[in-house]
Nanobody, 122 residues
C-alpha cells in the first residue's frame, strides 16, 4: 500500500507561482511513475503531468506545457509540480498519483492522494 500526501496549494494571483509537493510512503517509491492530475468544480478530473520512475521522462498536458514542471527526488520519496504563470483556469484540486509499473502515462494510476486546493485569482 502506498500513501500519498499533497501539500503546497493555496491562493495566488494570476501570473504567480506555486510549488506542489507530494510525499509518498513506502520503500518502492523510486520504482513508480508519478503523475499530477486536477479537477475543477463541475468538471472531470484531468491529466496534468507525469514523470517516469527515473525522472528522465516527463510528459505534460498541452494546457500546462511550458508553464508547469514535474520533478522528483527519490531520496526524499517526493514528487513536485512547479507551477508558473498561473491562470484563473488553473484553479482546481490537484492530486498526485502513483503508477506501479514505472511507465509514465496519462491514466491507469494505482494510488491517489487526497488533493490540495489551488485557487488563482484574476
Amino acid at each position: 500500500q502506498v500513501q500519498l500526501v499533497e501539500s503546497g496549494g493555496g491562493l495566488v494571483q494570476a501570473g504567480g507561482s506555486l510549488r506542489l509537493s507530494c510525499a509518498a510512503s513506502g520503500r518502492t517509491f523510486s520504482s513508480y511513475a508519478m503523475g499530477w492530475f486536477r479537477q475543477a468544480p463541475g468538471k472531470e478530473r484531468e491529466f496534468v503531468a507525469t514523470i517516469s520512475w527515473s525522472g528522465t521522462k516527463t510528459y505534460y498536458a498541452d494546457s500546462v506545457k511550458g508553464r508547469f514542471t514535474i520533478s522528483r527526488d527519490n531520496a526524499k520519496n517526493t514528487v513536485y509540480l512547479q507551477m508558473n504563470s498561473l491562470k484563473p483556469e488553473d484553479t482546481a484540486v490537484y492530486y498526485c498519483a502513483a503508477e506501479i509499473s514505472g511507465i509514465p502515462a496519462s491514466a491507469g494510476y494505482d494510488y491517489w492522494g487526497q488533493g490540495t486546493q489551488v485557487t488563482v485569482s484574476s
